[in-house]
């Protein structure tokens, strides 16, 4: 039987981890372990200087762990520690909120898949785009996961039983807020997904602190997750590789000529 590690950003307790892992539990053994808060924006960040505790979670009938760390934390942790041996699969969502653009590597979603693929295990992160608005309310509404999990039980399905695409570590599929499965784009990222803005603001002492704020862009060129999921609706399947280096072109060998 295959065994499919479930972990995520958004916390363990996430409608969003239960639904990946219902989506999946069809396809073997399901574990779940994610973080016990909420650690959305945390990227690859890993706890060196700090123990992980880990601690059993009641998820319905799901084998459920919790980590006081972050998402790249649930991978190790639950890898080498909890199943003591590699999973056939990382599942890494359903994040509420889209993970697009190269904005993605800030993403504890994206990281732990990319950790998973690291450690030479295939991986998928999948997020369900929704409103800022939504995503950032004081209480999230009730959210309707069923066209994002057949998605990710398809996607799932085809990499459990034919292996990654050839030079692909991590699938980072995004699907939009519908009622029903659309079409499917393969995607490159865009370059942003939000404008960056800074707010500058004063404590009750008079302190000066700084807000973190932006805008959503939804103006994309064709062939990007950006344009694909904002702009037509369709699902997102962008392919990422671990390896970030920049193909070597003329100019970039001539910065050699500053060390001669």
Same mark, same amino acid.
């Given at each position: 039987m /295959?065994?499919?590690?479930?972990?995520?950003?958004d916390g363990v307790?996430?409608? &969003?981890?239960? +639904?990946? +892992?219902?989506?999946?539990?069809v396809l073997g053994r399901v574990v779940?372990v +994610?973080?016990?808060?909420?650690?959305?924006?945390?990227?690859?960040?890993?706890?060196?200087?700090s123990?992980v505790?880990?601690?059993?979670? /009641?998820?319905?009938?799901l084998e459920?762990?919790?980590v006081?760390?972050?998402?790249?934390?649930?991978v190790i942790v639950?890898t080498?520690g909890?199943l003591?041996r590699?999973?056939?699969?990382?599942?890494?969502?359903?994040?509420?909120?889209?993970?697009?653009?190269c904005e993605?590597?800030?993403?504890?979603t994206?990281?732990a898949a990319l950790?998973?693929?690291?450690?030479g295990?295939? +991986?998928?992160a999948?997020?369900?785009h929704?409103?800022?608005?939504?995503?950032?309310?004081?209480?999230?509404p009730?959210l309707?996961f069923t066209v994002?999990?057949e998605?990710?039980?398809?996607?799932a399905?085809y990499?459990?039983?034919e292996?990654m695409?050839?030079?692909?570590d991590?699938?980072?599929?995004?699907?939009?807020g519908v009622d029903r499965?659309?079409?499917?784009?393969?995607t !490159?990222l865009?370059?942003?997904?939000?404008?960056?803005?800074? /707010?500058?603001?004063?404590?009750p !002492?008079?302190?000066?602190?700084y807000w973190?704020?932006?805008?959503?862009?939804y103006?994309?060129?064709e &062939?990007?997750?950006v344009?694909a999921? !904002?702009?037509?609706? /369709?699902?997102?399947?962008?392919?990422?590789?671990?390896?970030f280096?920049?193909?070597?072109?003329?100019?970039?060998?001539?910065?050699k000529?500053?060390?001669l």
């Open positions: /295959k065994t499919i590690l479930v972990v995520n950003d307790n996430s409608p &969003g981890i239960r +639904a990946a +892992a219902e989506a999946v539990r779940v +994610a973080p016990a808060v909420q650690q959305s924006g945390v990227g690859r960040s890993i706890s060196l200087f123990p505790t880990t601690a059993e979670e /009641k998820l319905d009938d459920a762990y919790s006081s760390g972050t998402p790249v934390d649930a639950g080498y909890i003591e590699p999973p056939d699969l990382i599942v890494s969502g359903i994040n509420i909120g889209e993970n697009l653009s993605a590597t800030t993403s504890g994206v990281g950790e998973g693929a690291s450690q295990i295939p +991986a998928i999948v997020s369900l929704i409103s800022d608005r939504v995503k950032f309310g004081w209480r999230l009730e309707d994002s999990q998605v990710l039980r398809r996607v399905g990499v459990l039983e292996g695409p050839g030079g692909v991590v699938l980072n599929v995004n699907v939009p499965v659309p079409p499917v784009a393969i !490159r865009a370059r942003r997904m939000y404008t960056t803005r800074v /707010k500058e603001r004063y404590d !002492r008079g302190r000066k602190y973190i704020d932006g805008d959503a862009i103006q994309a060129e &062939g990007t997750d344009h999921v !904002r702009m037509e609706g /369709k699902v997102s399947i962008t392919p990422l590789t671990l390896d280096t920049a193909r070597v072109d003329t100019a970039v060998q001539g910065l000529d500053i060390f």
